[in-house]
């Protein structure tokens, strides 16, 4: 099939390609074949497909059930949460699951990776959500994280469980060092996933230092035991939020070590801007990782909604748009090429983030996914909240 006039990913002047068997096959001036079904798209932007790098689907679509967070608090939403978890079932959490997947693809998301509790004795949401990455396969390939939720060390058998997860099915292994009793456990939790991660040739993707505490330091461990397992940019360390009040000279010292270990960052712009600060007065922190430096120094930061409709975050339909303009005000990414290519916070970025760049983006020869947004470019779509028109996978119409 080929498809005339798109404008790929901010292009200036508008390209065809073609997809066979399932593939991208040519991009440029092409002419159509003998019998060749042909779609005009007429200028439209086509990027590929989006990724939500971050997001906690067991949760997900449960705000004010059975009550609300008043506050909006962290504290007031594990409350919540602990009353929502009283009706947590097999039944339930697929619904749920599969309701947000399909908001996710309806607004052009083919790839979610999504942390799932694992601090859990039945390993219940686990079990779950490995039946429903196979079911769901054709409208959005998930990724799993085993997220020991309450600690690895701090969890009665924390180590048992996350190895269990791993054995399961897990596609990488999760940890939370900032929320260990000590540091003395912090270290040792990270230590363990990495090491776990290594053993069965698994993805790490670790909650880091998501607190507003300056002297939370789980990055630097997660950063040298990446660099000395080789682990490289398998590892990635999410919200990082603590980086955002560490002091400059011991920033300047650890950027070194972050390049050296070519490690992933997923910054949660929505989420960290809504339940970060919340212990300050005035001024308040924004608690966002450094986003602009991490760029600025050449390392990978993806951007991921967190929470969509749960009692830590009560809004969110599944469209990534929210997330990169958010994301855009609080990290001061508001220059015109800052714009036009924040697009890469949820699309290459991202897949970096979830290591499948080997099969993504538009490119001869990688699988024809795709989607077509209803704009000239993404600043336009951007600013107007374009609608996605359609969405490819693997050369198929998805939506
Ligand atoms: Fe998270």
Same mark, same amino acid.
């Given at each position: 099939m080929l498809f005339k006039n798109a404008c790929i990913e901010n292009s200036t002047q508008l390209q065809d390609f073609r997809v066979e068997d399932g593939l991208f096959k040519e991009i440029g001036n092409l002419t159509q074949a003998e019998g060749e079904e042909v779609k005009d798209l007429e200028g439209k932007l086509v990027l590929p497909p989006f990724i939500e790098s971050h997001v906690h689907l067991d949760t997900c679509l449960t705000a004010g059930d059975p009550v609300w967070n008043m506050s909006g608090t962290l504290f007031e939403g594990i409350e919540c949460w602990s009353k929502r978890k009283e009706k947590l079932n097999e039944d339930d959490i697929r619904e749920r699951v599969k309701k947000a997947v399909q908001m996710y693809a309806a607004h052009g998301v083919q790839f979610i990776r999504t942390h799932v509790d694992v601090t859990d004795p039945s390993l219940m949401a686990m079990k779950t959500m490995v039946d429903l990455r196979e079911e769901l396969k054709d409208v959005a390939e998930i990724q799993i994280v085993a997220f020991p939720q309450e600690g690895i060390l701090s969890f009665p058998k924390g180590k048992e469980l996350l190895t269990e997860a791993v054995k399961m099915g897990a596609d990488a292994v999760g940890a939370?060092?900032?929320?260990?009793?000590?540091?003395?456990?912090?270290?040792?939790?990270?230590?363990?996933?990495?090491?776990?991660?290594?053993?069965?040739?698994?993805? @790490? =993707?670790?909650? !880091?230092?998501?607190?507003?505490?300056?002297?939370?330091?789980?990055?630097?461990?997660?950063?040298?035991? +990446?660099?000395?397992?080789?682990?490289?940019?398998?590892?990635?360390?999410?919200?990082?939020?603590?980086?955002?009040?560490?002091?400059?000279? &011991?920033? $300047?010292?650890?950027?070194?070590?972050?390049?050296?270990?070519?490690?992933?960052?997923?910054?949660?712009?929505?989420?960290?801007?809504? $339940?970060?600060?919340?212990?300050?007065? &005035?001024?308040?922190?924004?608690? @966002?990782?450094?986003? *602009?430096?991490?760029?600025?120094?050449?390392?990978?930061?993806?951007?991921?909604? =967190?929470?969509?409709?749960?009692?830590? &975050?009560?809004?969110?339909?599944?469209? $990534?748009?929210?997330? @990169?303009?958010?994301?855009?005000?609080?990290?001061?990414?508001?220059?015109?090429?800052?714009?036009?290519?924040?697009?890469?916070?949820?699309?290459?970025? +991202?897949?970096?983030? $979830?290591?499948?760049?080997?099969?993504?983006?538009?490119?001869?020869? *990688?699988?024809?996914?795709?989607?077509?947004? =209803?704009?000239?470019?993404?600043? =336009? +779509?951007?600013?107007?909240?374009?609608? !996605?028109? +359609?969405? &490819?996978?693997?050369?198929?119409?998805?939506?």
């Amino acid at each position: 099939m080929l498809f005339k006039n798109a404008c790929i990913e901010n292009s200036t002047q508008l390209q065809d390609f073609r997809v066979e068997d399932g593939l991208f096959k040519e991009i440029g001036n092409l002419t159509q074949a003998e019998g060749e079904e042909v779609k005009d798209l007429e200028g439209k932007l086509v990027l590929p497909p989006f990724i939500e790098s971050h997001v906690h689907l067991d949760t997900c679509l449960t705000a004010g059930d059975p009550v609300w967070n008043m506050s909006g608090t962290l504290f007031e939403g594990i409350e919540c949460w602990s009353k929502r978890k009283e009706k947590l079932n097999e039944d339930d959490i697929r619904e749920r699951v599969k309701k947000a997947v399909q908001m996710y693809a309806a607004h052009g998301v083919q790839f979610i990776r999504t942390h799932v509790d694992v601090t859990d004795p039945s390993l219940m949401a686990m079990k779950t959500m490995v039946d429903l990455r196979e079911e769901l396969k054709d409208v959005a390939e998930i990724q799993i994280v085993a997220f020991p939720q309450e600690g690895i060390l701090s969890f009665p058998k924390g180590k048992e469980l996350l190895t269990e997860a791993v054995k399961m099915g897990a596609d990488a292994v999760g940890a939370i060092p900032h929320f260990e009793f000590t540091r003395e456990y912090s270290v040792e939790s990270v230590n363990f996933a990495m090491e776990l991660a290594y053993k069965y040739d698994k993805l @790490v =993707d670790v909650h !880091c230092d998501e607190i507003d505490d300056e002297a939370s330091r789980g990055l630097e461990t997660v950063a040298t035991r +990446a660099l000395e397992l080789g682990l490289f940019d398998k590892v990635t360390a999410s919200h990082t939020t603590a980086m955002h009040s560490y002091n400059n000279a &011991y920033v $300047l010292k650890l950027m070194r070590l972050l390049k050296m270990s070519r490690i992933n960052f997923v910054a949660n712009p929505l989420v960290n801007t809504h $339940l970060q600060g919340r212990a300050d007065t &005035y001024p308040k922190r924004r608690g @966002v990782t450094r986003v *602009k430096e991490l760029l600025e120094a050449g390392i990978n930061v993806s951007f991921g909604h =967190d929470d969509i409709f749960d009692p830590w &975050y009560p809004l969110g339909n599944g469209n $990534l748009r929210d997330v @990169v303009f958010m994301g855009l005000h609080v990290c001061q990414l508001m220059g015109y090429e800052d714009i036009m290519n924040s697009y890469r916070f949820i699309t290459h970025n +991202a897949a970096k983030t $979830l290591h499948i760049t080997d099969r993504y983006g538009i490119e001869p020869g *990688k699988p024809a996914s795709f989607v077509v947004m =209803d704009a000239t470019d993404y600043y =336009d +779509a951007l600013n107007r909240n374009a609608k !996605c028109m +359609a969405s &490819y996978m693997k050369g198929g119409k998805r939506h």
